[in-house]
């Protein structure tokens, strides 16, 4: 297992897969991408980077973008994936519109589950915050991937000022009718610029008020979360980045870009490395290797 020079495990990667999405989501971050150049890993090189990753025993793959659905080749990328030697999980963060359609087929491709961004059953609230009047898709999409059993999935609520702070009660009401765990996420942002500042709201409150509703309330290791579990059924968990230093010192993923970018840290775009062009230019597998060790060791807290 690579482990940083500050003794945090390196257990995940993350790949955004395309920056490419059909929705306009005033706050994403892309991922840490600021200035995306529309360059797109294949199918094969993705599947590479995976390879050169569970060869030091990273075995959890998450799949993100923008929005991997419109990748044409996802099913193949999925596939790809799981059948490398060392991959233990598979799985994906999507807006759910496609997945309706999807589900299934990700399934059998060996996607185990999905986290599926929503912050608002309101259709007005939906329509401001993504710029479309896809909220029925996405619901749709839900109920068919837990069909699928597309499980333990997690609905990703992004907590937003003055927007859909009111709308916590009807999340917890509509994960809890559909067997899924919701997330609430503190709105994060690698700049903070007048968006943030507007838009981002505290999560202390809501942390209150889910104490009374808790029966029980546990620590995650991945990111020390907070986990409530809810008197009446229902299960919320709480994600706080900014200026956290637990979530810094507790963080055991690295990110790939759409580009083909080592991305140590989600805020920094400074001490990145480049696997893509050094693949095709035929690099080595010890070359690889070499650069993905060179990249952890660039890791460290944000947050200190």
């Known amino acids: 297992m690579l482990t940083d020079a500050y003794g945090r495990p390196v257990e995940s990667v993350r790949i955004s897969v395309t920056q490419r999405c059909n929705l306009h989501c005033f706050y994403c971050h892309r991922e840490g991408e600021v200035f995306p150049k529309g360059i797109e ?3 094969q090189e993705i599947q590479k980077i995976v390879g050169v990753a569970a060869s030091f025993g990273i075995g959890k793959v998450k799949l993100t973008g923008g929005e991997p659905l419109l990748r044409i080749d996802i099913l193949e990328i999925v596939h790809g994936i799981k059948d490398r030697h060392g991959v233990e999980e598979v799985s994906m963060t999507t807006n759910g519109i496609l997945l309706q359609q999807y589900a299934g087929s990700l ?10 961004s929503l912050d608002t059953l309101n259709p007005e609230k939906f ?3 993504t ?8 619901v749709s999409g839900i109920r068919e991937a837990v069909k699928a059993d597309l499980t333990p999935l997690k609905v990703n609520m992004v907590l937003l000022k003055g927007m859909n702070e009111k709308d916590i009660a009807d999340m917890i009401a509509f994960t809890k009718e559909n067997g899924l765990i919701l997330q609430i996420i503190e709105y994060e942002s690698p700049l903070e610029d007048y968006v943030y500042d507007r838009y981002h709201a505290d999560l202390s409150g809501v942390e209150r008020y889910l104490e009374d509703l808790a029966e ?3 620590v995650r290791q991945m990111h020390h979360r907070r986990k409530y579990l809810l008197r009446n ?5 709480i994600v706080k980045p900014m200026h956290n230093t637990e979530f810094c010192q507790h963080c055991n993923r690295i990110r790939v870009t759409s580009d083909g970018k080592l991305k140590p840290c989600l805020f920094r775009n400074d001490n990145l490395v480049d696997l893509l062009n050094p693949i095709r230019n035929g690099a080595s597998e010890e070359t690889l290797r070499r650069l993905f060790r060179e990249a ?3 890791r460290k807290p944000y947050f200190k």
Not at 107 to 116: D, E, H, M, Q, T
Not at 233 to 237: A, H, L, N, P, T
């Open 233 to 237: 059924g229902g299960e919320v968990e």
């Open 127 to 129: 329509r401001k915050i």
């Open 107 to 116: 399934k059998k491709a060996g996607l185990s589950r999905v986290n599926i």
């Open 131 to 138: 710029g479309s009047a896809a909220l029925e898709s996405v």
């Open 216 to 218: 029980k309330v546990t």
């Open 296 to 298: 952890v060791d660039r």
């Open 41 to 43: 890993m294949t199918s």
